[in-house]
């Protein structure tokens, strides 16, 4: 697995610095916002997963608990 | 400050930016760009979990609050069964990232055999959370 910083991949993450100035990388960030696009990390994927198992997984078993279960 | 510094602390503001900038568009856009397999996987698998929550949540409302179901609902125990069948899918979908999906399909063929004889279109939301769940496991 790549190494990530925040979710992002740290080679990504070097070529960006060394190979944009600042005024580029912020209008290619502003072009991503401008398409709607969302860059989701990693870090960010997996908790939403995690989070969202969690909260099914607890009302399923609440309404196990209220039924008998 | 020496040039040295002064690079280090460009690259410090330019790495924080990139990270705050990002994570800004995660919660304001739908359009959705992974940035690895692992996160494209995570979102796959999550995209599963929430109409199976949808889909529970609406058989926890069409069961009722008692003990035992409502009448001409649904069997208790076939109820309590589902349940645990989709607890199963969702820890597998949570624990087994790139083998959820044999454990997934035998859940559902499971809740499928439960509500075999289940007349579903008597509750809307029910019925359409059953079709897209159904949908999206047969596509698997």
Known sequence: ??????????N???ALINNIALPELLAWLASLRAKGVTVVSEVDALAKLNMDVDTGNAAGEAALKAHGG | MTPMQKEKRSQLFAITLVAVV???????????QPATPVAAAAITADGIVIRLNEFQAALISYCGPAASCAPGTLDTAK???????????RSALKQVPNGWQAT????????????????????????????VVDALIGAL
């Open chain 2, 79 to 89: 109820f309590r069964s589902v349940l645990s069948d989709l607890i199963v899918a």
């Open chain 1, 12 to 14: 990504l993450l070097a």
């Open chain 2, 104 to 131: 997934v399909k035998t859940a559902w063929a499971s809740v499928k055999l439960q509500l075999a004889n289940w007349n579903g279109t008597q509750n809307p939301l029910l019925a359409s959370a059953f079709t």
């Open chain 2, 22 to 32: 990002l994570s800004g568009t995660y919660a304001c856009h739908k359009s959705i």
């Open chain 1, 1 to 10: 697995m790549a190494q990530t910083f925040a979710g992002i991949d740290v």
